[in-house]
C-alpha cells in the first residue's frame, strides 16, 4: 500500500544527512540567507529531514530552486510562499502564524500564564494561618507505626 | 472545588481520542494543496512524437487521470496492471515520465504494456516540482474544466478508484 | 530447545504477575500479612523468569539461531559478538523483552529494599507493578513475540541494521529505558498513597530515591542518544526535536519536577496531591512515548516497524491504566491536605514555581510533538512542527528556571530573609554577568546578545552551586573535615545544578558560533574552516568484519601546527547493501572539529575528488558532560545516608511484632 512499505528504520538508511556540495557563486548574505532557509524546510521524501541534510534528488531540487530564486531577488515569503503553494504548510518546519496553528503558538504561553496565576493564588489562599505546624518525618513514623501496630492487634 | 481533580480525566479522554483518530492516518502522506485549483502549466516533450508538445490546455474538455511513474520506480509496477485496466475500459491517463530517459522508458513500457493515451517526458522533474510531485507513483484527478479534483500518493488501486475517483468520469465505463 | 525454554518462561512470568497482582491486593483487602508478603516473592521470581527469556534470546543471537524471525530480521552470521548481543534489543520485539526485564527488575529491587516498608504499601506498591507488567507481557506475547519461529529456516539473517551496529547505540536503548521504565516505581508508590488514603513525610522519602534514581537513568539516556546521533547520523546535529527525542524528554521533565514536589512534600508537608499527579503524568509520559513511538503515529526517524494491532493494543493498555489512575486520583486526592502555609519567598515557593516552568515546558513539547496530529483529526491542514518552533517556545518557558537555580540553596524553607538572600547572590552575580560578557571575546567569538545571556545564566548557575559548597566547607574548622562533612544530598543538588550550568553553556555557544561547510577536496587538497586547515590525504578501502569502507585521511593543523589527523569513513554494510557515514571528531574542551565523508564527485573514481562536510563546533563536549554531571549530581542524592536511616528507624517497631 504505501510506498515506502519497507521499515522506516530502513528508510532513514537511504535517508542518509548528507547533502552533495553545492558550489556556492553567492554572495555572502545570500549565502547564509540560502543556509537558512535550507535548514528551516522539510524533505518529504526522507520527512525526518531538512532539505539541507537530506541526500534525497528531491531535496537536491528543492535545494537548487532555492538557490535559483535566491539569484532571482526573491524575498524569503516569496521563496516559503513558492514552496507551500506546492506542498503545503508541510515543507516549513516552523510553521506559520495563522488562524490554524494560534493554538500552537500561543497555548503555551496563556498556559504559563494560567499556571502562574493558579500558582500565585495557591500561595495567597494558603498564607491564612490554619493549619498546626509541620509534623517531623520521625514522629510521623511513630504515628503510622502506632497505626500498624492497631492493626495487627485487631485481627490478632 | 473537587472539580478540579477531575481535570486529569478529561485530558486523559481527550488524548485517547486525539490518539483513535491518528492511529487511522499516514503520517507520511502530504495531502496536495492543488486540490481544487486549476491544474499547474505544464509544457512538455511527447515521448515518440519528434517536436510534439502537451501543454496544460490540452487537459481540458474531459477527465483524465495524469500518472507520475518511472521505470526505476518499483510501486509503479504494482499499480501497472490496475492502469492497463482502466485504460481498457475507456479512461484516458496521460503519463508523465518523472526524472527517467526516453529509452529506461520505451524498454520499460515494451516489456509491461503502454496504459498511456500520451506519455511526456518531465526528465529534470520540473513540472513534477510544479505539481508539487514528491516520488512515484503519484496520480492527479482532473475533470473536465482542467481543475484537480484529487490526488492518489502511492499506487493506484480499486478501492481508490471506486471510492474517490470514478466518480468524477461520470457514468462513462 | 533454548529458545522454547525462553517462550515458555516468558508465559509462566506473564501468569507470576498475574498473581502478583492478586494476591497481594487480595491480603491487602483482608488485612491478611501472609499474603501480602507473596508480593515480594512473586516479583523476584517474575524477574527470574524475564531474566530466563531474555537469555535464551541472547542465546538464540550469539548461537545464530535463524529459526526465529526475529534472530534472521536482525542478526547475521558475520555480525560481530558484542552486536549479536546487543542485537536483541535491536528491533520492536526484543526491546520490549528488554523492557519488561527492566520492569521486572525494578519490581524485585522494590521487594528487595522496600521490605521494612509498612507492608500495605509495600504490596499494593509491587501489586500495581505487577497490573503493569501484566499489560507488557500480554502485548509481547500477543502482538510482538520475539520467539515466533521461522519456516523454512534461512540460511543467514538479514543482519542488524547497521544505523545500530556502534557502541552507543549498545548502552543507549538499555539507560534510556531504565529511566523510562523506573518511573514506574514512583507510579506504583502513588497508586498506593491514592489506594491506603496515607500521604506523609514517610512515603515522600520512600518514593524520592526511586524517582531520582529512574531520572538519572533517563538523563544518561538521553545524553547518550544524542552522542549517538551527533557522531554516527554525520549531520553535526545533536538533537532535532525529533518525535522519538521529545518521547523521552517529556517524562525527563516531568522527572525532573517530581524530584523537587517531593521535597517539598517530605519536608513541608505541602504539594502533596500535586506530587501524587506528577508521579502518574511522569509514568503517563514513559507510555505515552511508548506509543508514540511504536504505533506509527508520528513521523519519525526512529520509529519501528509499524502494525495496527499493536497500536491498538497499547493505546487500549494506556486507556486502562491511565483511566484507573487518574479515576482513583480524582476520588481519593482531595483528601490530602496540606500542612502549613506556603510563602512564594520561600524554598517551597520557588520549588513550585519550578514546578511551573517545567510542567508548562513539559506541557508545550507535548503540544508541538502532537499538534500535527492535532490538526489533521480536525482537518486544519497538515502541518510540521520542527525545531525553529521548539526553540523559540522552550526557551522563554525555561529560562526563567536557570534564574531560579541559583537561589536553590540560599533560600531557606518556610520564609526566606530578603536581605540575606539578596547579600549571598551579590558575588557570583557580578562575577556571572562579567564573565558571561567577557566569554565569548576570549574564545574569539564575536559578541552577540543570545551568547551573553546564555553565558550569564550558565555561569550563575554553576558559580551559586560551587558557592554553597563552599560555604559549608568554610563552616567548619578544617577544609577536609568541611568536604567530607556535606551531606550527599547537597552535593548531589550542587552537581546536577552545576551540570545544566556547564550543559546550557555548551549549548549556547555550539548554537551560536558553529561552523559548517561542504567542501570538495581531491587528495592532497586543502580546506579552511575557522583558522583550521583540513587536508585531505585521499582514500584507502578498508574491509570491515561485516561491511566495505573507504576510509579517508584527513590531516588538520591549525597556524602550521598539527593537530590532528581524522580518518572518517564510509561504510556499505554487506547483507543490507546500506551505506553509513562514520564521522570522525576530533575534540577538546572548548571545541570539537568533525568530517563526515559524502560521496565521491565521479562516482566511478574514488581515487578523485569526494564531498566532505567539515564542522567546528565551540564547547559541543559541555553538553555531554553537562547531562553526565546532572545523572553524576543524581546517582550521589541517592546514596545519602539518610534514605538508609529511615529505612532503619521505621525497621524496629515493626519488626518487633512480626512473630506471631
Redesign the interface.
Known amino acids: 500500500m504505501r510506498r515506502n512499505g519497507v521499515?522506516?528504520?530502513?528508510a532513514?538508511?537511504l535517508c542518509?544527512?548528507?547533502?552533495?556540495?553545492?558550489?556556492s557563486a553567492l554572495t555572502p548574505q545570500d549565502e547564509a540567507r540560502y543556509q537558512t532557509l535550507i535548514n528551516?524546510l522539510?524533505c518529504l521524501v526522507c520527512?525526518?529531514?531538512?532539505i539541507a541534510?537530506s541526500n534525497a534528488p528531491l531535496a537536491a531540487d528543492l535545494r537548487e530552486q532555492v538557490k535559483k530564486q535566491i539569484e532571482a531577488g526573491r524575498s524569503d515569503a516569496e521563496i516559503k510562499a513558492y514552496l507551500t503553494d506546492r506542498y503545503?504548510?508541510?515543507?516549513?518546519?516552523?510553521?506559520p502564524f495563522k488562524p490554524?496553528?494560534w493554538?500552537?503558538?500561543i497555548?503555551?504561553?496563556v498556559?504559563?500564564l494560567l499556571?502562574?496565576l493558579l500558582?500565585?493564588r495557591?500561595?495567597r489562599r494558603?498564607?491564612?494561618?490554619v493549619?498546626?505546624?509541620?509534623?517531623?518525618?520521625?514522629a510521623?513514623?511513630?504515628l503510622?507505626?502506632?497505626e500498624?501496630?492497631e492493626?495487627?492487634g485487631?485481627?490478632? | 472545588?473537587?472539580l478540579r481533580?477531575?481535570v486529569?480525566?478529561a485530558l486523559?479522554l481527550g488524548?485517547?481520542v486525539?490518539?483513535?483518530?491518528?492511529?487511522r492516518?499516514d503520517?507520511?502522506e502530504?495531502?496536495s494543496p492543488l486540490i481544487g485549483k486549476p491544474a499547474p502549466a505544464l509544457s512538455l516533450a511527447v515521448l515518440g512524437r519528434e517536436g510534439s508538445l502537451l501543454k496544460t490546455e490540452d487537459l481540458k474538455g474531459r477527465p483524465v487521470l495524469v500518472n507520475y511513474f518511472a521505470s526505476w520506480c518499483a510501486a509503479c509496477v504494482d499499480e501497472h496492471p490496475f492502469l492497463m485496466q482502466l485504460a481498457a475500459k475507456g479512461v484516458e491517463i496521460i503519463g508523465v515520465d518523472y526524472k527517467d530517459t526516453p529509452e529506461d522508458v520505451q524498454a520499460w513500457l515494451a516489456r509491461h504494456g503502454n496504459p498511456y493515451r500520451t506519455v511526456i517526458s518531465d526528465p529534470q522533474g520540473s513540472a513534477g516540482l510544479d505539481w508539487g510531485v514528491y516520488g512515484a507513483p503519484e496520480t492527479f484527478v482532473l475533470d473536465a474544466q482542467g481543475t484537480i479534483v484529487y490526488k492518489q500518493i502511492g499506487a493506484m488501486n480499486e478501492r481508490v478508484w471506486e471510492d474517490r475517483i470514478a466518480q468524477h468520469f461520470g457514468s462513462r465505463p | 530447545m533454548i529458545p522454547e525454554l525462553g517462550h515458555f518462561a516468558l508465559i509462566a512470568a506473564l501468569l507470576v504477575a498475574v498473581l502478583q497482582l492478586l494476591l497481594p491486593a487480595w491480603g491487602v483487602y483482608r488485612?491478611d500479612?501472609r499474603l501480602m508478603a507473596t508480593a515480594a516473592s512473586a516479583a523476584q521470581t517474575q524477574f527470574l523468569l524475564i531474566l530466563t527469556s531474555y537469555l535464551c534470546l541472547t542465546w538464540a543471537f550469539v548461537s545464530r539461531d535463524w529459526s526465529l524471525a526475529y534472530v534472521a530480521a536482525n542478526s547475521h552470521s558475520d555480525l560481530p559478538l558484542a552486536y549479536r548481543i546487543s542485537a536483541v534489543w535491536g528491533?520492536h520485539e526484543g526491546s520490549m523483552l528488554l523492557w519488561v526485564l527492566m520492569l521486572s527488575a525494578w519490581g524485585a529491587a522494590v521487594s528487595v529494599f522496600n521490605r521494612r516498608l509498612?507492608?500495605d504499601l509495600a504490596a499494593t506498591t509491587l501489586a500495581v507493578l505487577g497490573a503493569v507488567g501484566i499489560g507488557f507481557l500480554l502485548f509481547i506475547l500477543l502482538t510482538s513475540n520475539p520467539f515466533t519461529v521461522n519456516f523454512p529456516v534461512p540460511d543467514n539473517g538479514r543482519d542488524l541494521?547497521?544505523?545500530l551496529q556502534d557502541p552507543g547505540l549498545v548502552i543507549h536503548p538499555p539507560m534510556l529505558y531504565m529511566g523510562y521504565v523506573g518511573f514506574s516505581v514512583a507510579f506504583a508508590f502513588a497508586l498506593a498513597a491514592l489506594i491506603s488514603g496515607?500521604l506523609?513525610?514517610?512515603w515522600a522519602?520512600w518514593t524520592r530515591p526511586w524517582t531520582t534514581t529512574a531520572w538519572l537513568f533517563l538523563t544518561g539516556g538521553i545524553t547518550l542518544g544524542s552522542w549517538w546521533a551527533y557522531h554516527e547520523?554525520?549531520?553535526g546535529g545533536w538533537w532535532?526535536w525529533?518525535p522519538v527525542e521529545n518521547a523521552s524528554f517529556m517524562p525527563w521533565l516531568v522527572g525532573t519536577a517530581l524530584i523537587h514536589s517531593l521535597a517539598v512534600t517530605?519536608?513541608?508537608?505541602?504539594l502533596k496531591?500535586w506530587t501524587v499527579?506528577l508521579a502518574?503524568?511522569a509514568f503517563?509520559l514513559s507510555l505515552?512515548g511508548t506509543?508514540l513511538v511504536r504505533?506509527?503515529?508520528?513521523?519519525?526517524?526512529?520509529?519501528?516497524?509499524?502494525d495496527?494491532a499493536r497500536?491498538?493494543f497499547i493505546?487500549s493498555f494506556?486507556?486502562a491504566v491511565?483511566?484507573i489512575a487518574?479515576?482513583l486520583?480524582?476520588w481519593r486526592?482531595?483528601r490530602f491536605?496540606?500542612?502549613?502555609?506556603?510563602?512564594?519567598f520561600s524554598r517551597e515557593?520557588l520549588l513550585?514555581?519550578n514546578n511551573?516552568?517545567l510542567?508548562?515546558a513539559a506541557?508545550?513539547v507535548l503540544?508541538?510533538t502532537?499538534?500535527?496530529?492535532?490538526?489533521?483529526?480536525f482537518n486544519?491542514?497538515?502541518?510540521?512542527?520542527?525545531?525553529?518552533?521548539f526553540n523559540?517556545?522552550f526557551l522563554?518557558?525555561t529560562a526563567p528556571l536557570a534564574v531560579l537555580i541559583g537561589f536553590a540553596s540560599s533560600v531557606g524553607w518556610k520564609r526566606a530573609r530578603v536581605a540575606e538572600v539578596f547579600r549571598r547572590a551579590r558575588l557570583p552575580l557580578l562575577a556571572a554577568l562579567i564573565g558571561g560578557a567577557l566569554l565569548p571575546l576570549l574564545l574569539g567569538h564575536r559578541l552577540l546578545i543570545p551568547a551573553v545571556a546564555g553565558g550569564v545564566l550558565a555561569l550563575w548557575m554553576l558559580l551559586t552551586s560551587v558557592q554553597e559548597l563552599w560555604r559549608r566547607v568554610r563552616a567548619r574548622r578544617e577544609a577536609w573535615a568541611g568536604l567530607t562533612q556535606i551531606p550527599r544530598a547537597v552535593w548531589g543538588m550542587s552537581l546536577a545544578h552545576a551540570g545544566l550550568g556547564v550543559w546550557v553553556l555548551g549549548v549556547t555557544f555550539v548554537s551560536l558560533y558553529s561552523i559548517e561547510q561542504?567542501?570538495?577536496l581531491g587528495p592532497g587538497q586543502t580546506a579552511e574552516l575557522a583558522g583550521y586547515a583540513f587536508r585531505f590525504d585521499g582514500i584507502v578501502p578498508r574491509p570491515g568484519p561485516n561491511y566495505d569502507a573507504d576510509h579517508a585521511q584527513v590531516q588538520i593543523e591549525h597556524e602550521g601546527r598539527p593537530v590532528a589527523s581524522l580518518q572518517p569513513e564510509k561504510r556499505l554494510y554487506r547483507a543490507?547493501r546500506?551505506?553509513?557515514?562514520e564521522a570522525a571528531v576530533d575534540h577538546t574542551p572548548l571545541r570539537d572539529l568533525y568530517v563526515?565523508l559524502?560521496?565521491p564527485?565521479d562516482k566511478n573514481n574514488a581515487g578523485g575528488d569526494w564531498?566532505?562536510?567539515l564542522y567546528y563546533k565551540p564547547m559541543m563536549r559541555l553538553v555531554w558532560w553537562g547531562g553526565v554531571l546532572m545523572a553524576l549530581g543524581g546517582l550521589i542524592a541517592v546514596s545519602d545516608r539518610r534514605y538508609r536511616l529511615?529505612r532503619v528507624?521505621?525497621t524496629q517497631?515493626?519488626s518487633s511484632?512480626v512473630p506471631?
Request: charged share 15%; glycine share 8%.
Open positions: 521499515a522506516a528504520v530502513s532513514l538508511l542518509l544527512f548528507f547533502a552533495t556540495p553545492h558550489a528551516q522539510r520527512q525526518n529531514q531538512t541534510d503545503g504548510d508541510f515543507v516549513l518546519y516552523k510553521p490554524t496553528t493554538l500552537l503558538w497555548g503555551p504561553f498556559l504559563l499556571a502562574v500558582a500565585l495557591f500561595t494558603r498564607a491564612s494561618p493549619a498546626p505546624p509541620v509534623v517531623d518525618a520521625q510521623l513514623q511513630a503510622l507505626d502506632a500498624h501496630r492493626d495487627e485487631a485481627r490478632r | 472545588m473537587r481533580y477531575l486529569p480525566v486523559l488524548l485517547l486525539l490518539l483513535g483518530i491518528g492511529l492516518h503520517p507520511r502530504v495531502p | 488485612r500479612r528491533a509498612p507492608p541494521n547497521p544505523l496515607r506523609d513525610a514517610a522519602r547520523l554525520g549531520w532535532f525529533d517530605e519536608k513541608r508537608g505541602q496531591a499527579l502518574i503524568l503517563a505515552l506509543f504505533s506509527g503515529v508520528l513521523v519519525s526517524v526512529h520509529a519501528f516497524a509499524t495496527p497500536g491498538i493505546l494506556l486507556a491511565l483511566g487518574f479515576v486520583y480524582a486526592a482531595p491536605v496540606s500542612e502549613g502555609e506556603l510563602a512564594l515557593g513550585l514555581l511551573v516552568f510542567v508548562t506541557a508545550a503540544l508541538g502532537l499538534y500535527p496530529l492535532l490538526a489533521e483529526a486544519l491542514g497538515k502541518v510540521s512542527v520542527g525545531p525553529p518552533y523559540m517556545v522563554p518557558l561542504d567542501v570538495r543490507t546500506q551505506v553509513m557515514t563526515a559524502g560521496e564527485i564531498a566532505l562536510r529511615a528507624a521505621s517497631p515493626l511484632q506471631a
